[in-house]
C-alpha cells in the first residue's frame, strides 16, 4: 500500500489564487520531505528539501517566496504556490523517506492547472 | 547540467523478451543508485536500487548493473510484460536523500 499521501490529485483554479498541497507520511514519521516538480515529458526537478521543524532548503532558480512550504509535524509537509499564474501550471509531487539505502517514496502527485 | 542521463527516450520490445534499459551519470560521488516506474498522473514507484559497493542486484524479473568506471547503469526486465509499460526513471544520490533523476524512457510492451 501507499507509503506517501499527497493531496489533493487535481486542481484547476483562477490565476492569483493560492494553492496548498499537502504530502503526508503514512506509518513512519519523515524529518526530510522532497519536493518536485515535472513538465509534461520532461524529468522529476527538485525543487526543495523540507526539513521539520526549520527551514525548507530551495533548489538554484526556485523562488521562496512563491513556493511556500511548511513541515511542521514528522509526518506533514505542505507546499503553497502563492500567487498562481497559469506558466505554474505542473504535476506537482512529494516524496518522503531515503537517506543511506533507503528508496525515497514517492505520492501520487498534484495536476495543477492555473486558468 | 544535465548529471543524470537517460539517452534513449522510448523503447519498444516484444512480450517475453528482455527489456533493457540505460542511464549514464557524470557524478562521480553518487553512490546510491533507483530505477523508478512511473505511469501517467502518478508518483513515481521504486523498483530497485543498487548501492556503489556493488555492481548487481537482483528482484524477481528486475535486475540492475552497474559499471562504476563506465559511469554505466542498466535495468534489465526478463521476460517482459504488457503491464510493465511504463515511464522508467533512473535517479542518483551522493550520501542518500537528494535524488537526481534522468529524463525517462518510455518502455512499451507489445503483447
Known amino acids: 500500500g501507499a507509503v506517501v499521501s499527497q493531496h489533493p490529485s487535481w486542481v484547476i483554479c483562477k490565476s492569483g489564487t493560492s494553492v496548498k498541497i499537502e504530502c503526508r507520511s503514512l506509518?513512519?514519521?519523515?524529518?526530510?520531505m522532497f519536493w518536485y516538480r515535472q513538465f509534461p515529458k520532461q524529468s522529476l526537478m527538485l525543487m526543495a528539501t523540507?526539513?521539520?521543524?526549520?527551514?525548507?532548503?530551495?533548489e538554484q532558480g526556485v523562488e521562496k517566496d512563491k513556493f511556500l512550504i511548511n513541515h511542521a509535524s514528522l509526518t506533514l509537509s505542505t507546499l503553497t504556490v502563492t500567487s498562481a499564474h497559469p506558466e505554474d501550471s505542473s504535476f506537482y509531487i512529494c516524496?518522503?523517506?531515503?537517506?543511506?539505502?533507503?528508496?525515497?517514496?514517492f505520492g501520487d502527485g498534484t495536476r495543477l492547472s492555473i486558468l | 547540467d544535465q548529471q543524470v542521463k537517460q539517452n534513449s527516450p522510448s523503447l519498444s520490445v516484444q512480450e517475453g523478451r528482455i527489456s533493457i534499459l540505460n542511464c549514464d551519470y557524470t557524478?562521480?560521488?553518487?553512490?546510491?543508485f533507483l530505477w523508478y516506474k512511473k505511469y501517467p498522473a502518478e508518483g513515481p514507484t521504486f523498483l530497485i536500487s543498487?548501492?556503489?559497493?556493488?555492481d548487481k542486484n537482483e528482484d524477481g524479473r528486475f535486475t540492475v548493473f552497474l559499471n562504476k568506471s563506465a559511469k554505466h547503469l542498466s535495468l534489465h526486465i526478463v521476460p517482459s510484460q504488457p503491464g510493465d509499460s511504463a515511464v522508467y526513471f533512473c535517479?542518483?544520490?551522493?550520501?542518500?536523500?537528494?535524488?537526481?533523476f534522468g529524463e525517462g524512457t518510455q518502455l512499451t510492451v507489445n503483447p
Open positions: 506509518d513512519f514519521q519523515a524529518t526530510t
Open positions: 516524496s518522503a523517506g531515503g537517506g543511506g539505502v533507503q528508496p525515497q517514496h
Open positions: 535517479a542518483a544520490s551522493e550520501g542518500g536523500s537528494r535524488l537526481t
Open positions: 557524478n562521480s560521488m553518487f553512490d546510491y
Open positions: 523540507s526539513n521539520e521543524g526549520s527551514k525548507a532548503t530551495y
Open positions: 543498487i548501492s556503489s559497493i556493488k
